[in-house]
Nanobody, 123 residues
Framework: QVQLVESGGGLVQAGGSLRLSCAGS????????VGWFRQAPGKEREFVAA????????NYADSVKGRFTISRENAKNTVYLQMNNLKPDDTAVYYCAATPGRFSYRESEYNYWGQGTQVTVSS
Protein backbone atom coordinates (compact mmCIF):
# COMPACT_ATOMS: atom_id res chain seq x y z
CA GLN A 1 0.00 0.00 0.00
CA VAL A 2 1.30 3.44 -0.95
CA GLN A 3 -0.11 6.77 0.16
CA LEU A 4 0.72 9.97 -1.67
CA VAL A 5 0.45 13.57 -0.50
CA GLU A 6 1.00 16.51 -2.84
CA SER A 7 2.04 19.98 -1.74
CA GLY A 8 3.44 23.18 -3.18
CA GLY A 9 0.51 24.44 -5.21
CA GLY A 10 -0.64 28.03 -5.12
CA LEU A 11 -1.33 31.21 -7.05
CA VAL A 12 1.40 32.56 -9.31
CA GLN A 13 1.62 35.09 -12.11
CA ALA A 14 2.29 34.04 -15.67
CA GLY A 15 6.01 33.53 -16.19
CA GLY A 16 6.52 32.52 -12.58
CA SER A 17 7.61 29.23 -11.06
CA LEU A 18 6.35 26.67 -8.56
CA ARG A 19 7.74 23.41 -7.26
CA LEU A 20 5.30 20.66 -6.41
CA SER A 21 6.22 17.83 -4.08
CA CYS A 22 4.75 14.36 -3.83
CA ALA A 23 5.57 12.61 -0.57
CA GLY A 24 5.10 8.87 -0.60
CA SER A 25 4.65 6.55 2.36
CA UNK A 26 5.84 2.99 2.63
CA UNK A 27 9.24 1.39 2.40
CA UNK A 28 8.66 0.35 -1.21
CA UNK A 29 7.76 3.78 -2.57
CA UNK A 30 11.26 4.16 -3.95
CA UNK A 31 10.56 1.20 -6.24
CA UNK A 32 7.49 2.82 -7.85
CA UNK A 33 7.44 4.80 -11.06
CA VAL A 34 5.66 8.09 -10.43
CA GLY A 35 3.66 10.37 -12.68
CA TRP A 36 2.14 13.81 -12.45
CA PHE A 37 -1.26 14.46 -14.01
CA ARG A 38 -3.47 17.53 -14.04
CA GLN A 39 -7.12 18.34 -14.47
CA ALA A 40 -8.37 21.76 -15.47
CA PRO A 41 -12.01 22.79 -14.86
CA GLY A 42 -14.29 21.15 -17.38
CA LYS A 43 -11.51 19.07 -18.92
CA GLU A 44 -10.29 15.51 -18.75
CA ARG A 45 -7.34 14.68 -16.55
CA GLU A 46 -4.16 14.64 -18.60
CA PHE A 47 -0.61 13.36 -18.30
CA VAL A 48 2.09 15.87 -17.41
CA ALA A 49 5.30 13.99 -16.62
CA ALA A 50 6.65 10.70 -15.29
CA UNK A 51 9.85 9.46 -13.71
CA UNK A 52 11.08 5.90 -13.38
CA UNK A 53 11.81 4.47 -9.94
CA UNK A 54 15.56 4.94 -10.43
CA UNK A 55 15.12 8.48 -11.67
CA UNK A 56 17.01 7.52 -14.78
CA UNK A 57 14.11 7.87 -17.19
CA UNK A 58 11.66 10.72 -17.58
CA ASN A 59 8.82 11.51 -19.94
CA TYR A 60 6.90 14.74 -20.55
CA ALA A 61 3.78 15.91 -22.29
CA ASP A 62 4.60 18.10 -25.28
CA SER A 63 2.80 21.03 -23.64
CA VAL A 64 5.29 21.18 -20.75
CA LYS A 65 8.56 20.09 -22.36
CA GLY A 66 11.31 22.58 -21.72
CA ARG A 67 9.35 24.23 -18.90
CA PHE A 68 8.71 21.45 -16.34
CA THR A 69 11.22 19.09 -14.77
CA ILE A 70 10.35 15.94 -12.83
CA SER A 71 12.85 14.49 -10.37
CA ARG A 72 12.96 12.35 -7.25
CA GLU A 73 14.87 11.84 -4.04
CA ASN A 74 14.30 8.25 -2.99
CA ALA A 75 16.06 8.80 0.32
CA LYS A 76 13.27 11.25 1.14
CA ASN A 77 10.47 9.27 -0.56
CA THR A 78 9.66 12.41 -2.54
CA VAL A 79 9.06 13.25 -6.18
CA TYR A 80 9.19 16.83 -7.41
CA LEU A 81 7.74 18.75 -10.32
CA GLN A 82 9.59 21.98 -10.98
CA MET A 83 7.39 24.23 -13.10
CA ASN A 84 8.93 27.26 -14.78
CA ASN A 85 7.56 29.87 -17.16
CA LEU A 86 4.03 29.03 -16.07
CA LYS A 87 1.13 29.94 -18.32
CA PRO A 88 -2.57 30.47 -17.55
CA ASP A 89 -3.26 27.21 -19.42
CA ASP A 90 -1.28 25.39 -16.71
CA THR A 91 -4.03 26.20 -14.20
CA ALA A 92 -5.34 22.89 -12.88
CA VAL A 93 -5.41 20.51 -9.96
CA TYR A 94 -2.18 18.53 -10.08
CA TYR A 95 -2.09 14.92 -8.95
CA CYS A 96 0.79 12.56 -8.41
CA ALA A 97 0.32 8.86 -8.93
CA ALA A 98 2.43 5.75 -8.46
CA THR A 99 2.73 2.52 -10.40
CA PRO A 100 4.91 -0.53 -9.78
CA GLY A 101 7.09 -0.78 -12.85
CA ARG A 102 4.77 0.56 -15.56
CA PHE A 103 6.48 3.93 -16.31
CA SER A 104 3.57 5.19 -18.38
CA TYR A 105 1.60 8.22 -19.52
CA ARG A 106 -1.66 6.27 -19.17
CA GLU A 107 -3.81 6.94 -16.11
CA SER A 108 -5.02 3.35 -16.11
CA GLU A 109 -1.50 2.10 -15.35
CA TYR A 110 -1.34 3.93 -12.01
CA ASN A 111 -2.55 2.22 -8.86
CA TYR A 112 -2.21 4.94 -6.23
CA TRP A 113 -3.20 8.60 -6.35
CA GLY A 114 -2.82 11.63 -4.14
CA GLN A 115 -5.59 14.08 -3.32
CA GLY A 116 -4.25 16.81 -5.61
CA THR A 117 -2.94 20.33 -5.19
CA GLN A 118 -4.33 23.42 -6.92
CA VAL A 119 -2.14 25.49 -9.21
CA THR A 120 -3.54 28.77 -10.46
CA VAL A 121 -1.66 30.93 -12.95
CA SER A 122 -2.93 34.47 -13.44
CA SER A 123 -2.37 36.42 -16.63
Amino acid sequence: QVQLVESGGGLVQAGGSLRLSCAGSGRTFSRYDVGWFRQAPGKEREFVAAVSWTGGSTNYADSVKGRFTISRENAKNTVYLQMNNLKPDDTAVYYCAATPGRFSYRESEYNYWGQGTQVTVSS
